[in-house]
């Protein structure tokens, strides 16, 4: 095209056809044998309308960092650009902002591999300060300082050629094997970096489809888990990010000493790292067989003074592999790469945890609960997961194979080639749990003993805190199957066995035969062998009525407390027969999130405060749940509560005056919710009976 260079630099070097100092083709064309073929000629609308559009525009003088040197780096290549989302059916959400950007990875600089990866950085200097927009439809966060585009790289079209011994098979690239894996991981966590596909045109060409996701460092962190972003350190397989280090460098010292077989070296190790969440984060990489990890493509932060360090997928292109029957793959690699910062830092924490016997047992818990019955890696919600990441690409991936299709191949590789690589990994994944359990058992992470099977088994996916579920319509009749061994049992959510002891729990039950559940019910269930002390992995299921609800109420608001705003608190309460999931939820009034794992349980409370070390002084003996940000009005205001993906939980818009209680202002009284009614509604709140209120507790 007319002021677009004729080429694109030089290659840096040899590598198969490719020849260093020789110039590198220039490729702006959509290949004639996919946009003009019988096949995809009348998709082709339809193909580059399925997704949402994203625009850069800039000076062509400044695309000098994609043509010209795209292995530069750091903050002197970045460049002024418009960048404007279009979407096809909704017009009214399309949004311009200015904007920096710079060239986005690692090995997808090189020269050989045409469609290079993106960063986009919203900066004070080109306009505001933060982009303001609902990216991510499954995302509460709409304001970002950051977003990459990413191009696919090795796992794309154009992706790179290999070897002569080795070269890469592109036939098999699907695009979306990262995004599965980011999604899952929210899927097994409640947090991880967000995603959604879109097709990007540089300077008006079309440039492709390109993953538009979250880059989890400090910002991120700030986001979906609170505090400033001066309190993060993030940390990645490149480097030290922003942040003090010290928490981060403290985990990595216990790792590297040991003797975590003792229970208060083990104790003092969890401080740092929370073993729930990183034995997930293991499963699921060892789960879709992730070979360039770990000592490569890791995220991890943790905020001080005294955060547990997270870990977060990032660029999981290399899984699924072809060839395999299932994709599972254990993998902890070796020392890690020379000159790495931190030096296969994951297999270090791993395998001191794996010390400690508790551990253990609880490694092999989280398999057995992410891998069987509804978990998130079950068969059915991991096909079901990759089916719909896939659904929009279906229709998108006509307009890319007329793009890219044809760089690495004299006949391009088609939509049909694209589909045959998705149905591949989908199969894969048909009986990959119970692969990975064996791999897992044959290696020492799992135990000899199968857990109790329940039948009927959970069929509805758990929550982040809470077990698998199944509805009944009548009372239910629950049986165990199991090998030789004893079935210990409980019907009140405690693990059946003791810790650090291994013996049965005070609380657990000796199955001798059916049980009948006509209520909410948590069943947990280990099976044990007395003659070795060994026991099996935990199963655990929630039983309720299919009639049985769940639901979360603004219960009691302490708006403008005697004392000062230091003394201000909400309170919430679960007035349903179900526990809910409160896990990642956040409120809008306050500024305030719930952590992963947070669970709800019917009839229980939960209190968030404006200062801990005041209300402490106050309210002695009542339980703190969290602590929020921006004080509450004293002129009245709407309180919400929304779930992880942005439903509302809760809501309530109080005032001070046309019915509502006077002496809740400043008189040294808090608002209660009679327990009936519209909670908007001035008549449904009355003032509390005790001076002060009552949080946490009935008024």
Known sequence: PAGWPATWGTHRIDILDYRAGEPVAADYAMDPEIVNSPLYADDMLESLTALPSVSLVMDMADLDI??????????????????????????????????????????????????????????NQYGAGKLAHPVFDNSPVQLFDTLILRAGVDRSYAGHPGSVDAPRDHHEATY?????????????????????F????????????????????????????????????????????DGPIDRFNVLLQLAQQGGLQDSAAYATMLEFIDPVEFSDYIILNWYAGNRDWPENNWYANVRNPAGQVRFFEWDAEDTWHPGTVNGAEIHLGGAGFEGAPFPNVIKQVFDALMQNTEFRLLFADRLYHQLTNAGALSDAQAQARWVSINAPVAHAIVAEAARWGDVRYEAPI????????????????????AALLEQARAAGYYPALD?????????????????????????LVLTFDAGAGTIYYTLD??????????????TALLYAGPLTIDRTTVVKARLFDAATGHWSALADAMYYPADAS????????????????????????????????????YFEGVDFRFAPYTLLQPGAYKTMVSDFRKFRERYAHAEIDGVYGRKLSNR????????????????????????????????????VWNGQGDPNQAQNWRASTQINGSPGEEN
């Not at 979306?176 to 959604?196: K, N, P």
């Not at 088609?414 to 749990?433: I, K």
């Not at 639901?551 to 679960?574: H, K, S």
Request: no cysteine; glycine share 12%.
């Open 66 to 123: 994609y043509f010209d040197d795209p292995q530069a780096r750091g903050r002197a290549t970045e460049r002024p650009v418009s960048v404007e989302w279009i979407y096809p059916d909704e017009s009214a959400r399309n949004m311009q902002i200015d904007a920096g950007v710079r060239i986005q990875g690692g090995a997808g600089r090189w020269e050989y591999m045409p469609k290079h990866s993106f960063r986009l950085f919203f900066r």
């Open 493 to 506: 959510g405690t693990d059946p066995r003791t810790p650090i002891s291994g013996t049965p729990a005070e």
């Open 636 to 671: 009245g205001e709407t309180l919400t509560l929304r779930d992880i993906e942005g439903n509302v939980l809760a809501s309530v818009s109080y005032g001070v005056d046309q019915g509502w209680p006077l002496s809740a202002n400043g008189l040294g009284d808090s608002l």
């Open 451 to 475: 857990p109790p099977a329940f039948n009927p088994a959970p069929d509805q996916p758990p929550t982040m805190g809470s077990s698998p579920g199944y509805a009944f319509d009548e009372p």
């Open 550 to 585: 769940s639901a979360v109420r603004i219960t009691e608001i302490m708006y403008n407390p005697l004392g000062g705003d230091a003394y201000e608190f909400v309170e919430i309460q679960n007035v349903g027969d179900r526990p809910v999931d409160l896990s990642n939820a």
């Open 414 to 433: 088609t939509p049909q080639d694209w589909q045959a690589a998705r149905d591949t990994v989908l199969a894969q994944m048909a009986g990959n749990g």
């Open 198 to 241: 879109v097709h990007l045109y540089l300077n008006g060409l079309y440039w492709g489809l390109y993953n538009l996701v979250e880059r989890p460092d400090g910002s991120f962190m700030t986001s979906y888990f609170d505090g400033k972003k001066a309190d993060w350190f993030t940390a990645s397989h490149g480097g030290a990010g």
């Open 176 to 196: 979306t094997r990262d995004e599965w894996a980011r999604a899952s991981q929210i899927a097994m966590s409640g947090a991880g970096s967000h995603g959604t």
